[in-house]
């Protein structure tokens, strides 16, 4: 069943098009993200699907009814913002009631409602606190709680982690994901973290300048990216862009750019005289970064990056002249002028 | 030539490098600084508030300034009894609570309106604040002229509207006379102190409304709270300690200006609109009894004390939470 639908949906400042065009569908209980870097509109379209702005133009959809007209008060989304706008002369409790009150439930259900919310996210004993005595994990947690405590449709979440110190971070992601899989509630997450993203959404939407680029699973995302943003959005370090010719751009994982191979590597594609300039090492692997000489038709210098296991020293310093090349089944390929995806058959050989 | 110009640009030599360096100690440099507001404090304040108690205390007129005579709470004990003090007394209170009450509606509104962008918002603030501005002489004539037994444009839209004048709601004559009566005076000079004060309790208001993060409206917003639940459960909460600041500034202010009263009423008709600083200017300056005027004046001190004491608290606590 789908609980969301975006149709044509457009939002202009101006001239600018802050959402330019998109559609997008959301099925019961799926996590998606809506990722992208900052100025992207990812904000802007989850704006709109609270209700906080009026779309320019489209529809927004949830469970089959159009609430473009609906204020925000009365559309069932609950939304948790980054800097979780707690009420701050309110206790816990208040903060979470505040939409059972505002959306006049009978108080007999309340304290059940209370109940079940606070036990969820573990916050039962800060009931009487103020959000300043809490800490960002436990502010995270309250408005959490407050979002769960209504049943909504439609969770909508703008980079709840971003506020939370990098220590308890990945944490709060998981507990983040338990908690939806506990609820099945339906969820929008916007974020410009592609870790988060990545790790916590059964799907992402990829969103640069308005314009959504693809939506997919993440295995998708990584390993079919639909055209050269999302090739030099996703992963990191992100595809080597390697210029073919005129017309056409290779897309290589760096784990795939194999250095200095010692037998034949079959069908290569990519072939590169490379000058390393330093390496990287990361714990789990290591990073080579390289110029590669005289490639780009229009004379540029093309920065390439290998990533090499951790287990053996790659034996490369700065200033060394070595290859790298990369298998034809390895290579996504782009079309230089409109940057979308090409079918592999239509490579020329 | 050479050490003349090494002086000239190196540091301070001698006698000036040793006061110098005695200026630049912590101590002294701190009494220095501290000296003049010090000495203003006691000279302007200090002084002629103790000054005030001793002649309260006093039977000191005009013709006889001295301190000599040491009558305790007698002239308090007098000043009590007359109905004039009462009636002053009331009034005070009146006028007080009703500007009050119409400047913090009217404030927190204006607030809400400034916060917003609009077009010609520039312009609007800069009349808004005008009132403020205006010398408190210059305020009285424009509101003579509005509030005029004669010629007051405030009777004749009442008379186009039909309340007014023979056949209106608010009887046959087409005149309110509104200094000529004892509660249309105070409404009056209710509204003339609203329209002096609402500037200064608008921009103590709305520095606290702007820094309301706008995220927390939208969040109640979408929690589902309307415009009124906002307003008070979300807005009013947020201002309170900047509403006390506004009511204790714009309290004080009121209750002790005489020179609008002075100016539209006379306290007039009778007493029937005398304050308490007016009364103790005519008793104490014109009827020269010195010391029944300050002991007047000092009257509301012990309560105003106490009251400011008690909303710097509130307004102290309520922003800690």
């Known amino acids: ?349 | 030539m050479s050490t003349q110009q090494r002086s000239g640009v190196g540091p301070p030599r001698g006698r000036l490098r040793r006061i110098g360096a005695w200026l630049d100690q912590p101590k002294v440099l701190a009494w220095l600084m501290l000296g003049p507001a010090v000495l203003y404090v006691i000279a302007f304040v200090g002084f002629p508030f103790l000054l005030a108690i001793a002649l309260s205390m006093s039977d000191a007129t005009i013709g006889d300034p001295s301190l000599d005579t040491f009558v305790g709470l007698d002239n308090f004990k007098a000043v009590i009894q007359t109905d004039a003090f009462k009636l002053a007394l009331r009034n005070s209170l009146i006028v007080t609570a009703g500007t009050l009450g119409l400047v913090l509606v009217l404030a927190t509104l204006a607030s809400e309106l400034l916060v917003h962008a609009f077009r010609g918002k520039r312009l609007f603030q800069m009349i808004f604040i005008l009132p403020w501005a205006l010398p408190v002489s210059l305020t009285a004539i424009v509101w003579m002229w509005f509030l005029d037994s004669t010629f007051s444009p405030v009777d004749w839209v009442l008379v186009k509207l039909n309340l007014l004048g023979p056949g209106g709601v608010w009887g046959p004559f087409k005149h309110m006379y509104f200094l000529g009566n004892e509660w249309l005076g105070l409404a009056s000079v209710i509204v003339t102190d609203t329209w002096r004060m609402l500037p200064l309790a608008t921009i103590i208001v709305l520095a606290a409304r702007m820094s309301i993060p706008e995220e927390r409206f939208e969040q109640a917003r979408v929690d589902g709270a309307g415009v009124f639940r906002i307003l008070f459960r979300i807005t009013l909460p947020a201002l309170k300690p900047m509403l006390i600041v506004a009511i204790l500034f714009t309290g004080l202010l009121v209750i002790g200006e005489m020179s609008l009263v002075q100016l539209l009423t006379r306290g007039g008709p009778g007493h029937s609109t005398q304050v308490l600083p007016y009364w103790a200017y005519l008793k104490g300056i014109q009827g020269g009894s010195l010391a029944q005027g300050a002991a007047i004046t000092l009257f509301l001190f012990p309560f105003l004390l106490v009251a400011s004491v008690l909303a710097l608290r509130a307004a102290y606590r309520s922003q800690e939470a």
């Not at chain 1, 993200?33 to 802007?44: D, F, M, N, R, V």
């Not at chain 1, 959000?131 to 407050?146: E, H, T």
């Not at chain 1, 703008?158 to 506020?163: C, F, I, Q």
């Not at chain 1, 990829?206 to 680029?213: M, Q, T, Y």
């Open chain 1, 1 to 349: 069943m789908t609980v969301l639908t975006l149709r044509a949906l457009e939002k202009h400042y101006g001239s600018i098009k802050a959402v330019d065009h998109v559609d997008l569908q959301l099925e019961s209980g799926e996590f998606m993200a809506i990722l992208g870097p900052s100025g992207s509109g990812k904000s802007t379209l989850m704006r709109l699907v609270a209700g906080l702005e009026p779309p320019t133009s489209g529809d927004i959809i949830v469970d089959g009814q159009s609430v473009v007209n609906v204020p925000p008060q009365h559309r069932n989304v609950a939304m948790v913002f980054q800097s979780f706008a707690l009420y701050p002369h309110m206790t816990v409790r208040d903060n979470i009631l505040f939409p059972l009150v505002s959306r006049k439930v009978p108080k007999q259900e309340h304290e059940a409602r209370l109940q079940k919310a606070t036990s969820m996210l573990g916050v039962e004993n800060l009931l009487d606190r103020r959000p300043s005595r809490l800490s960002g994990g436990q502010q995270q947690r309250v408005a959490l709680a407050r979002a769960l405590v209504r049943d909504p449709e439609l969770f909508v979440f703008d980079e709840p982690l971003s506020a939370l110190d990098a220590q308890i971070r990945s944490r709060a992601r998981a507990e983040l994901r338990e908690l939806h899989d506990q609820t099945r509630i339906t969820t929008l997450y916007v974020t410009h973290d592609q870790v988060e993203a990545m790790g916590l959404a059964d799907r992402v939407a990829v969103i640069n300048e308005g314009r959504l680029h693809q939506v997919g699973t993440p295995q998708e995302l990584y390993n079919d990216p639909a055209d050269l943003f999302v090739a030099g959005f996703i992963g990191n370090p992100p595809m080597n862009l390697i210029p073919l010719d005129e017309t056409m751009v290779a897309g290589l994982r760096p784990e795939h750019m194999l250095v200095d191979p010692e037998e034949d590597v079959p069908d290569l594609l990519i072939d590169l005289a490379v000058t390393i300039e330093h390496i990287e090492y990361l714990g789990s692997e290591w990073l080579a970064h390289g110029q590669a000489r005289a490639v780009t038709s229009n004379g540029q210098q093309l920065h390439v990056i290998a990533r090499l296991p951790a287990s053996a020293h790659p034996g490369l310093v700065s200033g060394q002249e070595c290859r790298m090349v990369g298998q034809r089944k390895d290579v996504c390929l782009f079309d230089r002028a409109s940057g979308k995806r090409q079918v592999q058959a239509e490579v020329p050989a």
